[in-house]
């Protein structure tokens, strides 16, 4: 062999080696870090999943034009699952096995969360930051998923302690989404009731997507509850208290986050006034934190709303992990990031542990006047 084909051999082994270590982490390239979201964008739930796009694509803008994450631009592939599992399961196999992302992040849903959840951990690849408070995706702690916001524990747990105490309701019932969105809201319904000797006076379900919410409102109306916890979206929800004032139903009518505020803000008009809200990121009109103040600097005034704050503080914490990994990140790297990261965003602070993969326990109330959602402490 000459010295010439000898140096041109190492020089293509070289080659190989230095494009093999690029390959070996799918979704890293020299340039580019691929990260990829499917979520509702279409549909009676489609404000959620464009809210969450919508928020993450703002933050990534807003990395990319500094130059990215040591010289990386970040990709978001975003892909529509309509809300329903069974196309949820499906792009999110066309991402892993065409797109290879480094991540999923954003999805939006308990139902959603389930189908997907199992490609992530077969494919070892985070699953950051979903839309729902589900137990399943916080205990027992699995590697590589991550929430920011807290549970439907703590949510219910907050509105109980408020309705219970302020107003001193003891009749609450359920009206509920019939698949594994309403069943964990209701679990932790059942155990907030629990700690204060109560359980739930009744309830009613509705289906996944449908705005046919006629005869569960009526049943519930039967039962003459003080209050009313809704587990759905938000069109479900303005067409319930809609069909519940037009029959004489005056009861007080409670949601979770992921109900989606502005959505129903513009759907119910001035029927969702008195609606209470429990919220996991602050309100994205609070100026006064530094957090809020690059977001409104970010996002269009139509696209703002708490879930695409939730997506922005998403895209956020992802690029501080990515920017803790160094130069030559890998998904270990990355997750072992997480874990050590700790970090007030400027007025909302997010941390994790190896014991831990929730990063914020945070619970705000919110009662609906005037076609605002307004920040309140009690429900006096």
Known sequence: MTLRQLL?????????????????????????????????????AAALGLGMRNGAQAYFMRINAAGGIHGRRISLISQDDGYEPARTAAQTRA??????????????????????????????????????????????????????????????????????????????????????????????????LLNRGLQLHAQARIQRNSLDVRAAVAALQRSQPEAVFFVGTYKQLAVAIKQAKATGFNTRFLSVSFVGTEGFLEEAGSDGDGVYISQVVPSPHDSTRALVQTYQADVAPTERGHASLEGYIGAAVFAQALHDTGREPTRERFIEALEHLDTDLGGFKVAFSRSRHQGSSAVFLTRIENGKAIAVESMR
């Open 8 to 44: 041109h051999g190492l020089a293509v082994t070289c080659l190989l080696l230095s494009g093999g270590a690029g390959a070996a982490e799918p979704g890293l390239s020299a340039d580019e870090v691929r990260v990829g979201m499917v979520n509702v964008q279409s549909g009676p």
């Open 95 to 192: 991402l892993l096995k065409t797109q290879q992302v480094f991540a999923l992040l954003g999805y939006v849903g308990t139902p959603t969360s389930r189908a997907a959840l199992p490609l992530a951990l077969r494919a070892q690849v985070p699953y950051l930051f979903p839309f729902t408070g589900a137990e399943f995706l916080r205990t027992p702690v699995k590697p590589g998923v991550f929430n920011i916001r807290a549970s439907y524990i703590e949510e219910t747990e907050h509105l109980v302690e408020r309705v219970t105490k302020d107003l001193g309701v003891r009749k609450i019932a359920i009206l509920m989404q019939d698949d594994s969105f309403g069943e964990s809201v209701k679990g932790g319904l059942n155990g907030a």
